[in-house]
């Protein structure tokens, strides 16, 4: 029988946690203040961090915690006793990148459980069982990993060492993400949360005897992006990855927008659901696929799924996203007599304008007849940052629905 694996979802803030677990997420992983690879999120005080495991426990889901930064001397003052507030909290798992930071934490909160990141480069089961024979009982695989040895790793490992892997999201150009060129060029070092990204900034060359003269790498007209990637989706191929018995399937993205976590964790839910109760079926519905193009988002790439990869199937010829849709607002409130959603603006829309309202069960269009202010005045466009505003819908909307629109 199948095993049915945890969806898990970036939660940059606890917003993002809320719609997340809303849009249908099984575990969410986050950041406090210290410790973890996105210094540039929002992450999360000791308060707020208590305050959402108590949210997602009540809900039945799960919380991770990030301590996957790859620590210098002065990284670890704090990091034990921050362990025991997290094993006091009831945080679910933590995800370790580094050996000292494992020992120090098992040793500080014995029953906190232990992930490895991806960023150990987990990439064969010698690997994950060594890991498992000091105390993890989670190994997030390397991102360079084919559909083949993934599931190998799942049939040499004990059952009780959970295999998660990402199926969305950013790639690094590094190895497994360990990358000293943010450091190196900026000072920021990326192993420590505060990556710079210059995989994605325009390169050209310079000949030593002309330093003030520099020349076009000529890869197309726009420049040369050589260390810059595509996305990762893996969208196509859930049935093949429920085959394989992983644990959890994994999304990038704790800088993400509300928006796009929604989105995302909407659409691998339902191809998750769907494709476990249709064993049968291995072709995926096209609708997936489109759904993802409507969040900002770079030229998506299967990456090493299927084989080892090459330039042109993972470079990526420009630093820029792709855009199709603009987030517009969410729903805060709906009255079933008057048919009239309450709307908290989050980009401009104009009376005339066609929206697609987002939930998690899926989606539909309609055109915006007549726009309307708190005091119930007419008005032409909502221009202000999360200005509230009504307008009457053509079917019942919800609480925490999302408000999309097309842009050209």
Known sequence: MRKKPELLAPAGNFEKLKYAIHYGADAVYCAGKHFGLRAKADNFTQEELEEAVKYTHERGKRLYVT??????????????????????????????????????????????????????????????????????????????????????????????????????????????????????????????????????????????????????????????????SKDLCLINHIPELLDTGISSMKIEGRMKSLFYVSTVVSVYRQAIDYYYDHSEETVVDPKYFEELKKVSHRNYTTGFYTGMTNADSQNYGTSSYTRHYSFAGLVLDYNQATQMATIQQRNKIECGDEIEFLSPEGFFKQKIEQLYDTDGQIIESTPHPKMIYTFKTEKPVKKMDLVRKFID
């Not at 559909?147 to 990402?166: G, H, M, N, R, Y």
């Not at 000072?187 to 002309?210: F, I, M, S």
């Open 67 to 228: 301590l996957n930064i790859i620590p210098h001397n002065e990284d670890l003052e704090g990091l034990s006793d921050y362990a025991k507030v997290l094993e006091q909290m009831g945080v679910d798992a933590v995800l370790i990148a580094d050996p000292g930071v494992f020992d120090l934490v098992g040793e500080a909160a014995p029953t906190l459980k232990r992930s490895m990141s991806t960023q150990t480069n987990n990439t064969n089961y010698a690997s994950a069982n060594f890991w498992y024979r000091q105390g993890a009982r989670r190994i997030v695989l390397a991102r360079e990993l084919g559909i083949k040895a993934i599931k190998e790793i799942v049939e040499k490992t004990p059952e009780d060492l959970e295999i998660e892997t990402f199926v969305h999201g950013a790639m690094c150009i590094s190895y497994s993400g360990r990358c000293l060129l943010s450091h190196y060029m900026t000072g920021r070092d990326g192993n420590r949360g505060d990556c710079a990204q210059p995989c994605r900034w325009k390169y050209h060359l310079k000949e030593e005897t002309r330093p003030d003269e520099t020349f076009n790498i000529e890869e197309d007209e726009q420049g040369t992006f050589i260390l810059n």
